[in-house]
């Protein structure tokens, strides 16, 4: 009875990613690498932007939360304090547990490797010129909780090489974490990813540190401008806003048109010719299909007004539908993809534990896709696997269904990867 009431107070409380492919090459690169067409034919492949074949693009690897602390934090080499301040649970160990008494053993301590399991392999393979991720905890041995929160997230500094070994380039911090552990925590982090040479946008010192992009070069290529903006309706306390004096997060007030207006007057300041703008989104709840209308109108201002030219959503626990709007991505939802929610129940029809990969190819000089390639994976035992041939079916049924309305689809390769088509 008692463990019954600990699963039901954890699942209300807990449901609160440089080299370009070879390109002049890249139709048959991709039939290569996947070992033939599958049920594909030639015309399966979005070829729609030809430049694929005469100029060099970029590859993005991008996935959606990635939560190194808590439980995972206690199973890498250098776990934090595991005192939490949750109503019932008051060890992260308890994570552990529960998630080995799911699904077995979890080694102790990991190496830094074991959480990314077969995405390394993945990542290795098709070698993207930067990889980003939502990081959905602080950084920090700091004591200082964020009270009346009831979920607080955190790494351990020393526990870095967790994401340095994924080569991690780009970390977007405007959630509902970074804060978890206090301003301390705040700088904590922000000061072991630049140890790290981890970029990040999202949270800063003040105001103006919060809202600057993370900008880097990729050699012969271009550029991409990442910028990390968090909405409240994803849980960031509004008191977690930076101000002029104040460290905090990248806090957007709405989606309204003034707000595109700014993010606009922002870009325009950083955007030169073969710059990719990336504006990664902490927004919406955890559970759930539909996409407002308020966050597809401002996608679509983004795109039209602002000179962004990916919108990397997050903060749902489960994959979205994707849309290509004037030839530009926007996932609305990537899900998540490392975390320690592992044996919890609840929410089952939407398998949180399944999540994607996503490849994202864009030519520089137009920030147009070129190619989205999506790897099926699935969280067990605090390690990320491919996922099953029925998983990756489920995957592809689920974002076919809900990509009716934005007029996309994916379909299935031979080694069970997903590529996205549009209209
Ligand atoms: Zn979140």
Redesign the pocket.
Known sequence: MERMNILNYLLAAVFSFCAVLALPALEEGIIADDHGLGEMTTADYQVADKSLKTHPHVTLFMTG?VMTGRGIDQVLPYPADPVIYEGYMKSAKGYVQIAEEANGPIPRPTAFSYIWGDALEELERRKPDLRLINL?TSITASTDFWKNKGINYRMHPQNIPVLTRAGIDFCALA???VLDWGYAGLLETLQTLKKANIISSGAGRNLSAAAAPAVTAIPGKGRVIMFSFGLES??IPLSWAATADKPGVNLLKDLSDNTVRHISQTVRKFKQKNDIVVASI?WGGNWGYKVPGRQKKFAHRLIDAAGVDIIHG??SHHVKGIEVYKQKLILYGCGDFINDYEGISGHEEFRANLSLMYFVTVDPSTGKLGQLKMIPTQMRRFRVNRASSEATLWLKDTLNREGVRFGTRVILDKKNALLMRWD
Do not use: K, L
Request: hydrophobic fraction near 0%; charged fraction near 20%.
């Open positions: 939360d959905e959630n509902n974490h994803s849980g902490h997050h903060s």
